[in-house]
C-alpha cells in the first residue's frame, strides 16, 4: 500500500503512524456560517421579484451555483428584499449562509474572498496573498457545498462571476447599482427592483406607528407617499421624522418636503449614494441625468437627443450608461425617464453645471411641435385650419398608422411640453400643440379632462400674444369639448365669446369655424333653427373662400339639425349633397363615415331600418380601421335597429360601445348603459 492519494475531499490524512491525538485545522464545523443581517422588521410588497427569486432557487444546476442580482436605485429596498428572502430560504442550505458587503467599490474581489475563506474555516495564514489564489482556493472549499452567499452593494459585477461557487446546490444572491442584465450570459437571474406601488407605500407608513395619522390624513399621505417617490429609504426617514415630531401632522411633513433644502437635508443619505453615482459618469452623461430631472417626463431617444443638443447615436449610448447604472429606466415604449425623488435630485445637480437649461428644453418644445405637426398632418386632413402654420421641410416620417401610434404614445409629453412652453413664455408653441398634435389626437381618442386643460392653457397665451385669432381658435375648440362632455351652459358661453372675437378679428376663415363650433353648441342645447343658421352662415363663407371641404362639413351638420327638427326628407337631400361633395377628398376618411351616420339616423326615424342597417354596418367597417372612439355611435345606433326588426347582435354592439364610451369618460356611457339594462 502507497502513502498517495486520489480524488477530492475537504479533509486528508496523509501519514505512516500516529501517536497522540489528531486534530483537524479549518474543519467547517468551526466556521462562522450564520452572517446574515437581521431580516426587515416591517416588509411590504415586492410579491413579484420574491417569486422569481424562488423561481431561480429551484432551476436544476449542476456544478455551478445559482446566482441572482438585485439591482435598482439607491434606497429602493435591494438589500431589504435580499435579506428578507435570504431568511426565507436559510433552512435550505444546510451547510450554511455567508454575507459581504462590498460597499459600492469601497472593498474589492480579493477582500471578498479572504472573507469567505475565513469564514468558511480556513486560517488566515493558509490564505493567499494574490486575488486569483483566494479566489482558486474558495471555489475548492465551496465545492459540492451548500452555501448561501449574499454580497451587497457591489460595484463590479464581474466580480460576483468569479465567486460564484462550483456547486449546483449553492447560491449566490448580490445587490448593486448596476443593473444584472450584462450577468445573463454567466448565467445570472437580473431583478430590477422598482419603488413601492402607492397602495403598498401607505401600508409601510401604517405597519410603522402611523396608522391613526394614516387614517386620519389619507389625502396628505398620499401627497407623502409621492413626495417620497415610493422608496422605502425616503419612506423610513419621514417615518422617523413623524414619530419624533409627534405634533406634526403629515401634511406639515408634506410642507416640510415642498423647500428644497430642507428635503435635501432630510433625505441626505438617499442623495448621497446619488451624488457618489454621478460623480462616477462622464461630463455628457451627468448633464443628461441633470435636463431629464429638469423636464421630469418619460422621453424617446430623440427627444433626449434633442434636449441635450446631441446625435441620437450618442443620446442612446449615454442612456445606455445611465440605465446600466439604473439612475434612469426604459419603459415599454422605449422611453426614458427617472422615478420621482431621482428627477428631484437630477435637477438639482444643473446648478453646479453649465448645462444652459433653458436652451435645452426650447429645443425639446420644437422638436415636439415638429414631429406632432408632422403625426397631425398624417391623422388628418393636411389643409384642416390651423393658426399656426408650422414650415415643415422634407418628407413626413409617418404613415397614419406610425403618426397615430405616436400620438398615443407621446400624450403626456405634448401635454408635459404645453406646461413647459407655457412656463417659459413661449406661447406660439402652445398654440401650435394644442391645435395640431393634440387636437388631431381628440378626434381618435378622448382624453377630456387633459385637453380641457391644455385649451385653457391655449387660451391665455393667445389673450397674452394679442391675437383674436388663435383665441378665437382655442376658445372653439374648448366650447366643442365642453359640448361633448355635456357642459353645454359653457359650452355656448365660450362659443359665443369666439365667435365675438372672430368677429372683431376679421379673419373669414375662423370665423367660419367659430359659427360652427358654435352651432353644435346650439344643436346640443335643442336650439336647432338656431344652428342651422350657423351652418349656412358658415357655409356661406367656406364658398366665398372657395373651399369646398369646408361646405361639406357645413351640409352635414345643416342634415343633422333638420333630422333633429323631424325635417328628414330635407335632412336626407342635404346629406346626400354632402356626401357627394365630399367624395373630391377621398384621402378624407372620417367625413365619409359620419355623414353615412347621420343618414341612417334618418333612415331610421322614417322607419327604414333596413337602410340604416346597410348604412351603419358599412360605417362601423370603416371607422374600425382608423378610430376608436368614432365607432362608438354607428354601434349604438345599429343596435337600435337590430332591436326594431328583432335581429340578434344588439347586444354585442351595445357592449362594445359602452365600453369605447367609458374608456374616454364619455356621458354617453349611461345612455347605452341604460338600453343594456332595458334588455
Known sequence: MGNEFRGTARSVVQAGVINGDLHFHGDPGGADLGQLPAPPLHFVDREAPLAELDRVLGEQRRGRAGCAVISGVSGVGKSALAVHWSHRVREGFADGQVAFDFGLGLRALGEAAEHCLRSLGVAGERIPRATGDRVAMLRSWTKDRKLLFFFDNVAELRDVVQLLPASGESFVLCTSHHDGAELVADGARPIRLEPLGAAHALDYLRRNGLRERVDAEPAAAAELVAACGGLPIALHVMIGLLNRRTSWTIARAVRELSDRSRRRRHFREAFSELDLAVEQLSRDEARLYGLLGRVGLALPVGAVAALADLTEVDADTHLAELHRTCLVEENDQEQFLLHDLVAVHAAETLDAADARPDDAVRRLVAWYRQQGAFADRAVM??????????????????????????????????????????????????????????????????????????????????????????????????????????????????????????????????????????????????????????????????????????????????????????????????????????????????????IRVATARAHQALGQHELAITLLRGAVEATRERSSFDLAEPLELLADSLVALGQPGAQECLEEALEIYQQAASPGADRVRAKLSAG
Open 381 to 594: 386632413e393636411p389643409t384642416r385650419l390651423r393658426v399656426v402654420d408650422d414650415d415643415l421641410a422634407g418628407e413626413n416620417p409617418f404613415t397614419r398608422e406610425q403618426a397615430l401610434e405616436w400620438l398615443r404614445a407621446e400624450r403626456v409629453n405634448l401635454l408635459g411640453m404645453v406646461r413647459l412652453a407655457a412656463e417659459s413664455g413661449w406661447h406660439v408653441d402652445v398654440i401650435a400643440l394644442c391645435d395640431g398634435p393634440l387636437w388631431a389626437l381628440h378626434n381618435q381618442d378622448k382624453h377630456y379632462s387633459d385637453t380641457l386643460a391644455a385649451l385653457v392653457v391655449a387660451i391665455d397665451s393667445a389673450v397674452a400674444l394679442e391675437d383674436p385669432v388663435a383665441e378665437a381658435r382655442m376658445r372653439s375648440l374648448r366650447g366643442q369639448l365642453l359640448v361633448e362632455c355635456g357642459e353645454l351652459d359653457e359650452a355656448r358661453a365660450e362659443c359665443a365669446q369666439a365667435v365675438a372675437v372672430a368677429e372683431r378679428a376679421g379673419h373669414r376663415r375662423v370665423l367660419a369655424s367659430a359659427l360652427e363650433f358654435q352651432g353644435k353648441a346650439l344643436h346640443a342645447s335643442g336650439e336647432f333653427d338656431a344652428a342651422i343658421g350657423n351652418f349656412q352662415r358658415a357655409r356661406q363663407l367656406n364658398e366665398e373662400l372657395g373651399r369646398q371641404r369646408g361646405m361639406a362639413i357645413q351640409e352635414y351638420l345643416t342634415g343633422t339639425s333638420l333630422a333633429a327638427l323631424g325635417r328628414h326628407a330635407e335632412a336626407l337631400q342635404v346629406l346626400a349633397e354632402a356626401q357627394d361633395r365630399i367624395a373630391q377628398f377621398p384621402e378624407d376618411r372620417r367625413l365619409p363615415s359620419r
